[in-house]
Every structure is written in C-alpha cells, then in structure tokens.
C-alpha cells in the first residue's frame, strides 16, 4: 500500500483573463523509502500540485475541480484547515528551494527547529531543545547545541539548507516534499545536499516528492518521474524507462537538452587574442569588511577562434574576470592585452574605439535589456554609435540581425516585457553581435533560462561562432554546458585559476583535487555515462 | 526614443509594441479614485488660472453693511465678518495654495533630482559623504527652521518657496539616489558602457527614464506635503501674511469666529482637504501604475 | 551594540553643535534689534540693556559666552519677559507638551499599528478599504483644521469634552492628544500595511504555515517582527513631526506648553526664547533619532549581530 495516493488531480485558477489549468487531471503514487520525481518548467504546474495537498495554494483564485489525494487513510482534499494543519508539517513536510528566504530573518535557528516539535508533540522546551540538536547533529551541522543560538543569516546558502531539511524531518514525517532543493545552491553544495537527502530518506523509509526542473538533478535519485507539461503528465514511469525509451516528444526534448555530448574540437590555431597577464581585481570592502581580491594573479591566454569555457562556483571571481577583460572593471593590477595592445589602464574615451571588436552576454535576460526600448532602438544603438552602417540602411541591418539571431521581424517594434526569457536572450545576443566584435564574453548566458530554451540558445551561439569566426569566453558554474560548447577549460577557485586544460584533459584526467570534486557534484552523471 | 520603421520590408503592418508608459496609463485609466482626483484637480487648476476674470466679487470688495451672512443665492459659500464673498476668497487663495504647492515641489525636485542623481552616478566617497549630508540634515528639525526662518528675514514668499523646497529636496535625493544606484548596476547600463556610450547618453537614454517613475510618484506626494506645510506656517500666522491669502490663512480666520460663523470654517477647510485628497488618489494611482510591484499587494 | 550606540551618539554631538551655531548666527543677523519695536528710550538705558544681553560685546565673543553659558545649563534671560530665563520657560512648559506628545504618540502607534496589520491581513477587502480610506482622511485633515472641527463638534455643538487648558478641567486632555496624534496614526496605518503586505509575501511565512501552526501564531510570532520594523524606524522622524505638531494644538487649545511659548517667542521676537527653544528642540529630536535607530537595530538580528563584533 502506497504512503500518499494522488487520484485525478485538477486545480484551476479563475483568474480575469479566464481559467488557467494549473494541473489537469495527475495522478501518482509514493511508496515509503522511494523518491517520486515530478520534471517540468517553469510555470508547468508541478509546486500547485504539491502545495494544493496542504492547503497551501490560495483559494481563491485557485480551485479544486477534481480529485482524491489519499494520505493515512483520509482525503486531504476534504479536510478543514484545522485537520490539515495536523498534517502539515507532523505528516509531510515541506522543503523549498531558495534557504535563503525560507527561514525567518528575525528568530533564531533553535526556536524555529523546536516550533513544530512543541506544536505537534507538545514536548517540554527541553525534549524539544535536545531533538533538534540530535537532528541538526544528524543533517551535519557541527556544534550543534551552540548553532541552536545562531541566527539564519549566520549560516551559509548550503548550511541552511541543512537547516531547512532538519527543520522538515524533526517530526519525523511520512513524506516529504523536496521543491527544487539545490537549485539555488553551487554544484559540489547539490551534490551533498542531494545524497543527504538520499541518505536520510533511506534511513528513515521516507517518502519523497522530488520536484524540479533538472532531468540530470534528478537522474540520480528518483525511482519514478512524471514528465509535467501544461499541468498534464505527458509521460511517467519508471526512471529507466523514461531515461532509456522516452515515449513522448516532450521528454525527449527535454533528454536531448541536457548538454552531454562533447564537442568535436576544432584544430586550434595558436595565435592569442587576448593575453592576461597577473591580472588582479580587489575590490574596496564597506565599513568594517576587508577588500575582496576577487580576482588574484590571473595569466591566461585566449586564442583566435577558440571558445574558452570558464567554471567555477559563485564567489570563484569568474565574472569579474570576464567584466574585466571588457573593461566593465579597472583591474587593480597586471596586464591585459587585446590582439597586443594593452588595454588594462585605458580611459573610457580610449576604449571606445576598441568596444566594437569586444562584446558582453549577461546572464538575466529580464535585467540585461533597457525595459523602455524596443528590439529597434536596441539593436540600433550600437549600429548608429560606432557607425557600423549609414541610416538608410539601419533598417534593412536591423532586420538582418534579428534573422540572425530568430527573431521574428514581426517583433521589432516590441519591448522587453513583451517577450519570453530566451527571446529576450536572443535579442541581447543580437545587441552583442551587431558590431561584428571578434570576441564576446558570454557571462551564464543561459542559466537563468528553462531547460529546452537552454539547449536552443547555445547552439544558437555556437552558430554564430561559426558564421562569424568568433572568439568566445564562455562563464558558466555548470560543467555540461561548458563540456558542450568549449574547446578548452579553465577552472576558476577563490579569485586563482586552479586547473586549465583541453575538454578532455580536465575531464579525463583532472589534476587537482577540486576538479575532481566539481566533476563528482556534476549532477545526472550516471545519465551521461550511460546507464 | 521612437522608431521609425517603414513597412517596405515587409508585406504588411509592423504591430507595434506596448511601451511601459503605455502600459501604466492604462492602468492608470483603469483606477477610478486616481481618474476623479485627476479630473477634480484639472477643475481646481483651471479654475484657480481664471480667477481673476470668473470671480464673482472683486478680492478686496468689502460690504460691511452686509457683515458675515451664510450661503445664499448672491453669495455661494457666503461672505465672511467684512462682508466679503468667501467664493472669492477661496478662490484667490488657493492660487497662492496651489502656487506655493507646485513651485516649492519644483525647487525640491530641482536640488534633489540633481543630488541625488550625482551622488548615485559618482557612487564610492563621493556618493557616501553626500547621503550621510543628507542623513544628517533629516536629523534636523526643519520645521523650527522654516519658522525661524521666517521670523528672521520676514514673511516673504519667495523664502517660503526656497525654505519648504529646502526641506522637501531631501527624501526626493534620497529616492533618485537609491534609483540611479540600483539602474547602475542593472546589466543593460553594463551592456551600454560595453557598446562604448558616453557617460552623458547612458545617463540620458538609460538611467533618466527608468528612473523617473518614482520621481514622478513621488512628486505627486511632495505637493500635498508642501501645501500642508503652507498651510499650517500660515495658520500659525507665520507664512501668507495679507492681503495675500491661502487657504491656510482663511482656515486660520474661520477658527476664530467657527462658533458664529461655521461656513467660514467649513468651506476653506474642504477645499484643502478635497485637493489634498485628489492629489493623494493620484500619487497613490500612480504608483500602482508606475510600479507595479512596489504597491503589489 | 554598544559600539552603534557609542558611534551614532558621537555623530549626533557635530549635528547639535551646528545647530546650535547657525541658529546663534541667524538670530543675530536678525534685522531690528529686539528693543527696536519699542519705543525710543533713552542712550544710557540702551547700553545698560544691551550689556545685560551682551549686545554690546563682538559677536564672536557672544558666540563664546553663549556656549559655555549653555554648557552649564544656563540659557540667558528672556527678552519679552523680564526678569525671567529661558531656562526657566522651557522647564515650565516642557512637563506639559511632553504629556500631550506621549498621549499622541500612545494613539498615533497603537490604533496606527493595529488598523494597519488589521488591512494587511485581508488585502482589497472591507477589512482593508475601510480603515485605509480613514487614514486617508487623517492623512488629508491637518491638525489645525481637525482640532477646529473637534471643539466644534464635541466641545460647542455636543458640549461634551472642555475646549481648552490642560489639567484644569476633566478630560481636557483628550480632544487636543487626538487632534495631534490622528495624522500620525493615518501615517503610520498606512507604513505598517504595506510593511505587512511586504512580510506576508515572503516565502518564510510559507514555511510556517507548512509547518502546520495556526494563523495566528503565523501572524504574531512571524510576521509581525518584520512587518512593524518600518515603524519603529519612523518613530523618530515622527517624534520631531509631532513637536511642530504641537506648536499648533497647543495654539488652538491654549495649553501652556512648549509649542505656544516657541510661537509666541517668535511673535514677541523674543531671541533669547527662539535661541533656547530652538536648541533645546532640536537637541531633544535628534536623540530621539538617534533612539529610534538603536531601537530600530535592536529589532533587527542582522544589524544586532554586526555591532556585537
């Protein structure tokens, strides 16, 4: 028998702009000790469903339409608030994605640990006190008893999440329901978030709603998916049934968007473009704090043609030395040359001239566009400032851009909001390429995008590479995506380049130990070497 | 920033965009509250504009024989103890109101705009000295200066506009600063210094118009405060002094004979407080439609 | 924490002090002398005058001997009452207004706060719309034409609550602390519901409620910590906005405090008063500011925790 059965479960949303299917008739089961993966994008329904269990999704404008949600032989779905709140939290527990802004600022990690203790058992504050320092021992929290005192910011983004799970099995649940818990964490910080939860979850039969958005995140956890699309199940089963023989177009889709194959490497020409010499960027600290070395006595060379995929975790200084080389940033020190001329201490008037042959990606699509300019005035901005083209001709460029990039020339006299997140992507990318720069840092140009949108975006750039002999550094915390794309690889650790190398030089045979470390957190790894 | 796109390269028409300026006036449109306050303040302007050619008694007029009597066909909102119409009076006094409303906002918005917009851009020791400036001007209690003020030099008006906007001036730095600081950092200002943009053009085409939303907001807000503050210096008999008049100094009269003579209370009295409230409505509109997120609820 | 107090406390000392020094200078650059009005007297009762108020030394020097006088605690003697010092008149009047601004602020915070955590929790409804187009009313409704419209309702028409004084007669406290403190609470009303809406969006409410606790456990252990912290913050620049306040109640209800001897010192041009009061003021508000801001640190872990390194 089942821990928590799921039958037909429907919840709309009434809404001015008429009814929204938020899901649309899932049903799912979750056995004790097993992890049930639910895949989907953003917006695809999968944390509605999950909340809706619990009470927890607003009703109005949410509303039930159909359904049984059976959990310890009743109907969640038919319980009063008051019954409810005896399941939530005592029979399944919550865990959310972002630690960050799931504990509150403003009391401390101790008596945020014992409130569903006192709630559920009504244990003494002392019982309370010694099983959530046993728990918080449990999840590896060291000092525990002292950490009890501690404030959530006191912690960092990994350790509160440790938290946050403590938090969700000190009254030691039946199920629990995991909402995307790495997905704000670095990679190596998601490797040991998720085999904690494995572990746990093994120790204690527990059963686990995994939701997430990351096939390979959850590659290696789930005994069952369920493939979510516009709030349907498009496909579910078996883990390695969906891995190995995906049925529906969707979940291929999906498979084929995690960036596993290598790629072919072009026959590299020597000659640098850019040469990076000591290079140092300190940033003055606020009051109190010290200066922050973000990026300490950096040499690196970048070739003609070569696309140079740069890792490391937030806080490496890995954006920084990308912003830089484009002299978004004066470095405090050492030398930067640009095809030989050393541009590490020009003005700004002295950069212009140059800022044509070099352009930037940024990450967040929403923040990298001005908001009260059309894709016209956007693109047309650079082809006007560095006269790359006369008036009478802007248009027909413009346009000529926007087929480069897809876009629909439909769209040009549109504003950012108007578009989705990887369209707008497309439009910045079309801003970078418009000069015909020879070299573009492209700084997570698509971590901040779904999955599917993910895989287009990079072959679009990899497109463009080749169209325009471009050279490329390629940012990015995630090894799979830079595996994809680059020709070489270097890893960036605490502001110092600590291992540089061919794709298969650092992939095959790492040589320091944090490679090693970055290469083991890569998630779905099982899925890319083969089941 | 508008484009001029012909259609030659394509077979039909180009739709056009909803730019965020739009999309707020709509909004905007769509707040009832915020519509009457506009309407009722364009009456009140307008109105207060034509003064001098649609009173119905001349401003000085006196008809001591007539003495205070209350609202009547002759005189609308009655004639106060001189037997002046006090339609009129009103009148003539909210263009002081209203004046000393909008110019004070304007020198406000003048300094702060101004500061507030260089201490953001300059960003580092500049930026720090010049807000802890502020920090410490807004410490200070600028209402017993304003009166010092006044007791010292005089009742001038021109120095009520200078000492109000001096005061005013300090949140509206407050506001572009904080404004500038976060545009600065947003990565569409990186990407235009990377296409090599002046400084001057990123301010101009980048910065000013994301920035100006609140600006606008909150110079909405500023003019209730600035009337309020007229207001009250002139109740205490420390602003308008006459023959000039406001509606702070009739509220002023009207309390001394409220016990005979209520209308004389009464009518100035509503008139601030209905232009107050449409000027709230409006800001309040216009902040739920100039930034949405900010006033989600 | 200590060391905030200690550091805001030693910036607060340069504010004073300029305070101090530009309303010295102000005063003395007033035009007319404080005896112009009067009528001519003649030259040697002018010089003696003048000495008694040290008119007669280079402003420089007054500066001087104004500051160590002040130091000591001494204000000088007022120049409309003779015979009388400024000390003596901020002493008298100072209970009195310090009476009325508590009672304000008693009303402005506990109705201000509850009415606007009572709208933040059903947001766009009655509950809401209500108690926020009543701040609206506060907010638009000065003082000098509220406390008007109060005597003459409940004071003339109703005849129930006296109209003037301050401890003379029963319940002439009331009208003149709601009049005064009515603004603010619209104020704070509205600063309080939209810092509650704020919180109430946040995912750690979230968290709590999956935990399974009662609303209003959610609410009062929760939310509320967040949610009022912009009051707190507030409290100060309120507390200065409450003493102009007063100089107006005090007017129209004719109470013998601080406020009224400030207006009236300004009328009768009473330099000494306006110097002292002003001082005195301005003092009393910028240690206020600064409380607020320890207070406002105090509620917040965050801020807590940096100093207490």
């Known amino acids: ?531 | 920033m508008t484009s001029k796109i012909s259609t030659q390269s394509l077979d039909h028409d180009i739709p056009k965009g909803t730019s965020l300026w739009e999309d707020a006036l709509v909004r905007l449109r769509k707040n009832r509250l915020s519509m009457i306050g506009l309407g009722f303040l364009l009456f009140v302007m307008i109105v207060c504009l034509l003064t001098p050619w649609i009173a119905p008694y001349g401003y000085e007029e006196q008809n001591l024989r007539l003495g205070a009597i209350p609202p009547s066909m002759e005189h609308w909102l009655g004639t106060d103890t001189f037997g002046r119409d006090m339609l009129t009076r009103i009148m003539y006094g909210g263009r002081v109101s209203l004046l000393v409303g909008f110019i004070a906002t304007s020198v406000a918005l003048l300094i702060g705009v101004t500061y507030g917009a260089i201490a953001g851009y300059a960003g580092g020791k500049t930026d720090a000295f010049m807000m802890r400036l502020v920090d410490i001007l807004y410490a200070l209690p600028f209402m017993i200066f304003i009166i010092l003020l006044m007791v010292v030099f005089g009742r001038n008006l021109l120095l009520l506009f200078l000492a109000i906007g001096a005061v005013e001036w300090l949140v509206m730095a407050r506001i572009v600063r904080g404004q500038i600081q976060s545009l600065r950092q947003q990565e569409y200002v990186e990407a235009a210094i990377s296409l090599g943009l002046s400084p001057a053009a990123i301010i101009m085409k980048h910065l000013i118009p994301n920035a100006l939303g609140p600006v606008i907001v909150y110079t909405t807000l500023t003019i209730p405060n600035v009337m309020l503050l007229e207001a009250f210096l002139s109740f205490l008999g420390l602003g308008i002094q006459p023959p000039e008049s406001s509606w702070g100094l009739l509220i002023s009269y009207g309390v001394e004979t409220m016990e005979e003579y209520p209308w004389l209370l009464v009518f100035p009295g509503l008139a601030l407080t209905t232009t107050l409230f449409a000027l709230n409505f409006l800001g309040d509109g216009l902040r739920d439609a100039l930034d949405p997120k900010a006033s989600r609820d | 924490m200590w060391r905030f107090i200690g550091l805001r406390s030693l910036q607060a000392i340069p504010v004073i002090l300029a305070v101090i020094t530009v309303t010295f200078f102000l005063v003395r650059a007033a035009p007319g002398g404080p005896f112009s009005s009067e009528k001519a007297v003649s030259p040697q009762v002018q010089a003696a005058l003048e000495a008694q108020y040290r008119l007669d030394q280079p402003p420089l020097q007054q500066y001087v001997s104004y500051l160590t006088d002040l130091v000591q605690g001494n204000m000088g003697p007022s120049f409309y009452y003779p015979g009388r010092s400024v000390d003596e008149l901020i002493l008298q009047g100072l209970p009195i207004t310090a009476e009325l601004g508590l009672y304000a602020l008693l009303i402005a915070v506990i109705i201000g706060s509850f009415a606007g955590v009572i709208a933040a929790l059903k947001p766009n409804t009655m509950q809401d719309y209500v108690p926020m187009s009543l701040a609206m009313v506060g907010i638009c409704m000065p003082s000098f034409l509220l406390g008007p419209v109060l005597v003459l309702v409940f004071g003339i028409m109703l005849d129930w609550l006296p109209v003037s004084g301050w401890g003379d007669s029963y319940g002439d406290k009331i009208l003149p602390s709601i009049t005064l403190g009515a603004m603010y609470a619209a104020y704070i009303a509205r600063l309080s519901r939209s810092g509650m809406l704020e919180v109430m969006s946040q995912d750690y409410l979230r968290t709590a409620r999956a935990k399974g606790l009662p609303e209003s456990v959610v609410i009062l252990k929760h939310a509320l910590r967040g949610g009022l912290l912009p009051v707190i913050s507030y409290l100060g620049p309120a507390f200065a906005a409450l003493l102009s306040g007063s100089f107006v109640v005090e007017t129209i209800f004719q109470i013998p405090g601080l406020g009224r001897f400030y207006v009236q010192a300004a009328f009768n041009r009473d330099y000494t008063m306006i110097l002292g009061t002003t001082v005195f003021l301005s003092t009393l508000i910028v240690v206020f500011n600064l409380l607020s801001d320890i207070a406002a640190a105090w509620v917040n872990p965050r801020l807590r925790y940096q100093f207490k390194k």
Not at chain 1, 10 to 39: L, M
Not at chain 1, 154 to 166: L, N, Y
Not at chain 1, 284 to 309: C, F, M, W, Y
Request: net charge negative; hydrophobic share 40%.
């Open chain 1, 1 to 531: 028998m089942s821990l928590l059965q799921v039958q037909d479960l429907s919840i709309y949303f009434h809404t001015r702009n008429g009814v929204v299917k938020a899901v649309d008739g899932i049903s799912f089961d979750v056995e004790a000790g097993k992890t049930f993966a639910i895949i989907g994008e953003s917006g695809s329904g999968k944390s509605v469903a999950c909340y809706s269990m619990l009470g927890l999704v607003p009703m109005p404008p949410g509303k039930i339409e159909s359904g049984k949600v059976m959990f310890q032989g009743r109907d969640l779905l038919t319980l009063s608030e008051k019954e409810l709140r005896k399941v939530r939290g005592k029979g399944i527990s919550i865990i959310f994605q972002d630690p960050m802004t799931t504990l509150n600022p403003f009391l401390k990690i101790g008596d945020q640990l014992m409130e569903p203790l006192r709630l559920h058992f009504g244990l003494s504050r002392k019982e309370a006190w010694q099983r959530s320092i046993d728990i918080l021992e449990e999840v590896g929290i060291k000092n525990a008893a002292q950490r009890m005192n501690a404030w959530p910011f006191e912690f960092s983004g990994g350790m509160r999440q440790r938290v946050v799970i403590a938090m969700a099995l000190v009254t030691e649940p039946e199920i629990i329901i995991a909402d995307e818990p790495t997905t704000a964490l670095d990679v190596t910080v998601q490797a040991q978030i998720l085999k904690l939860l494995k572990e746990l979850q093994e120790r204690r039969n527990i059963g686990v709603i995994f939701i997430s958005h990351d096939l390979s995140v959850v590659a290696d956890i789930a005994d069952e998916i369920g493939v979510m699309q516009y709030g349907k199940f498009v496909e579910q089963g078996d883990r390695n049934a969906i891995f190995n023989n995906p049925q529906d177009e969707y979940t291929r889709k999906l498979l084929a968007a995690v960036p596993g194959t290598q790629k072919f490497c072009a026959s590299l020409s020597p000659a640098a473009m850019i040469k990076i010499e000591d290079l140092v960027v300190e940033f003055p600290g606020g009051k109190n704090q010290d200066t922050v070395i973000a990026v300490n006595s950096v040499s690196l060379d970048i070739n003609r043609h070569e696309i140079l995929g740069l890792v490391g975790e937030s806080g490496s200084g890995k954006s920084t030395l990308g912003r830089a080389i484009t002299r978004l940033v004066t470095p405090t020190s050492g030398k930067i040359y640009f095809n030989d001329e050393e541009i590490s201490h020009y003005s700004l008037a002295r950069m212009k001239p140059l800022r044509r042959h070099m352009q930037i990606i940024f990450q967040d699509p929403y923040a990298s566009l001005n908001p009260r300019m059309t894709v016209y005035d956007t693109l047309a901005e650079p082809l006007l400032l560095h006269g790359i083209c006369k008036r009478k001709d802007l248009e027909t460029e413009v346009f000529a851009l926007m087929d480069s990039v897809g876009l629909s020339r439909e769209s040009v006299l549109r504003y950012p909001h108007e578009f989705s997140g990887g369209q707008r992507q497309r439009i910045a990318i079309g801003r970078a390429i418009a000069t015909k720069p020879e070299f573009i840092v492209a700084d997570e140009p698509v971590s901040a995008l779904d999955v599917t949108i993910q895989a287009q975006i990079l072959d679009l750039l990899l497109e463009l590479v080749e169209r325009f002999d471009l050279t490329m550094l390629f940012i990015s915390h995630d090894l799979g995506v830079v595996r994809y794309l680059s020709d070489r690889i270097v890893v960036m650790k605490e502001g110092v380049l600590v291992e540089t190398g061919t794709v298969s030089e650092v992939f095959e045979t790492p040589s320091q130990d944090y490679t090693k470390a970055l290469l083991d957190a890569i998630p779905g790894k099982s899925l890319l070497d083969g089941l």
